[in-house]
């Protein structure tokens, strides 16, 4: 069975960067996409971006001057770095199977990450 | 960037069929393949695949589960509601690149 997990640190400084590692069992990275996906505290959903099997990526615009997403395919797992985070960048961070870049069907369980000094 | 819309609260009884709407901003159908997705997500929970591209099941979901609809309009429906679907359901559209989910609809028992 495909399994996900995120971790990472849950309290990030200010102006500093967000990093998260997303580990996955029973599934090769190197096939099919993989995304990052982030839930703000009024629950309002975001797609981040993703890292296919072939190492190329894609990225939301609101975030393409401050996120890379690469990966580790000794590990099986792939990263998350946002930089210059603010207290908006507050939220439950997930990583996701992303199924031909079209629904997430494999969820890991989500890291909270919070924003403040 | 297509904007999801639905609504905030739905109240339903045990047994009774659950609806659950999402409208999007432009058309997210190529052809006949309708790339809208619904997830449900419990508190403390990762959100879970139910529906995707509109109308097809995902592995492992009850068949009281089904999803409907084209162009802009789309449904899901809970028939018969149980009490562990209380949760919230999310839809997604992958028509663009830069996806987005709708803010989501809560299911409320009456």
């Known amino acids: 069975e495909v399994q996900l997990q995120e971790s990472g640190p849950g309290l990030v400084k200010p102006s500093q960067s967000l990093s998260l590692t997303c580990s996955v069992t029973?599934?090769?990275?190197?096939?099919?996409?993989w995304g990052w996906i982030r839930k703000f505290p009024g629950n309002k959903m975001e797609w981040m971006g993703y890292?296919?099997?072939?190492?190329?990526?894609s990225y939301n615009p609101s975030l393409k001057s401050r996120i890379s997403i690469t990966r580790d395919t000794s590990k099986n797992q792939f990263f998350l770095q946002l930089n210059s985070v603010t207290t908006e960048d507050t939220a439950t961070y997930y990583c996701?199977?992303?199924?031909?870049?079209?629904?997430?069907?494999?969820w890991g369980q989500g890291v909270m990450v919070t924003v403040s000094s | 960037d297509i904007v999801l819309t639905q609504s905030p609260v739905l109240a339903v009884s045990l047994g009774q069929r659950a609806t659950i709407s999402c409208r999007a901003s432009?058309?997210?159908?190529?052809?006949?393949?309708?790339?809208m997705h619904w997830y449900q997500q419990k508190p403390g929970q990762q959100p879970k695949l139910l529906i995707y591209?509109?109308?097809n099941l995902a592995s492992g979901i009850p068949a009281r589960f089904s999803g409907s609809g084209s162009g802009t309009d789309f449904t899901l429906t809970i028939d018969p509601v149980q009490a562990d679907d209380i949760a919230a359901y999310y839809c997604?559209?992958?028509?663009?690149?830069?996806?987005?989910f709708g803010a989501g609809t809560k299911l409320e028992l009456k």
């Open positions: 432009q058309s997210v159908s190529i052809s006949s393949i309708n790339l």
């Open positions: 996701a199977r992303y199924r031909s870049a079209d629904y997430f069907d494999y």
């Open positions: 029973g599934y090769s990275i190197t096939s099919n996409y």
């Open positions: 890292i296919s099997y072939s190492g190329s990526t």
């Open positions: 591209r509109a109308s």
């Open positions: 997604q559209q992958s028509r663009e690149s830069l996806n987005t």
